[in-house]
């Protein structure tokens, strides 16, 4: 069984970028989507993904409100912020930044990220 994906952000055209962008990774086998925090996290529940794309800037939550919120419900989902401003601090495996992020970064982090036990 491959990875499940789940990517939070509230501009489709974004949301779609990755899903096509994802599905084409040979290990990742589902994607789904949420457009802010509350539907991202009644997602998650249902879902269980491995690795969640979380905007920064969303409606109702931010994304470090999801984030924290995901880490305590799912303490073994990889959590990756997708950032439109440069944060020099977050370390690479944390943060990429959606204005210079490739499809190479993101074949990266679903390289380097494991299946959770279900």
Do not use: H, Y
């Amino acid at each position: 069984m491959g990875l499940r994906v789940l990517v939070v952000d509230d501009d489709q055209s974004f949301q779609q970028l990755m899903e096509v962008t994802l599905l084409l990774e040979p290990t990742v086998s589902d994607v789904e989507l949420a457009g802010d925090g509350p539907q991202a996290i009644e997602v998650c529940r249902e879902f269980q993904p491995d690795l969640v794309f979380v905007d920064s800037l969303l409606p109702q939550m931010t994304g470090d409100e999801v984030s924290e919120q995901l880490r305590r419900d799912f303490p073994d989902v990889r959590i990756v912020s997708l950032s439109g401003v440069q944060d020099k601090n977050a370390g690479p495996n944390e943060r990429l930044e959606k204005s210079s992020a490739t499809v190479e970064d993101v074949r990266r982090v679903v390289a380097e990220t494991k299946p959770r036990r279900r």
